[in-house]
């Protein structure tokens, strides 16, 4: 399973990376980040399990002020 997702997110990272050029930056989010970055090949930039969380918190910050 997670070969399958590694090769799958390497298509989508090069595609991505091609388009967008040098200014691409690979992150990895989630609670598997960490396990996932073993199976991509490309360079990851930064991994944080608790992006999505601390995108959430903010939101809910900012719409509470």
């Given at each position: 399973?997670?070969?399958g997702y590694g090769?799958?997110?390497q298509g989508m990272?090069?595609?991505l990376k091609r388009?967008?050029?040098?200014?691409a930056q690979v992150v990895i989010t989630g609670g598997y980040a960490k396990l996932m970055?073993?199976?991509i090949a490309h360079k990851v930039?930064?991994?944080d399990k608790?992006?999505?969380f601390k995108g959430i918190y903010l939101a809910w910050n900012s719409a509470t002020e």
């Open positions: 399973l997670f070969y090769q799958m997110l990272i090069g595609l388009k967008a050029g040098s200014r970055g073993k199976f930039d930064v991994v608790d992006l999505v």
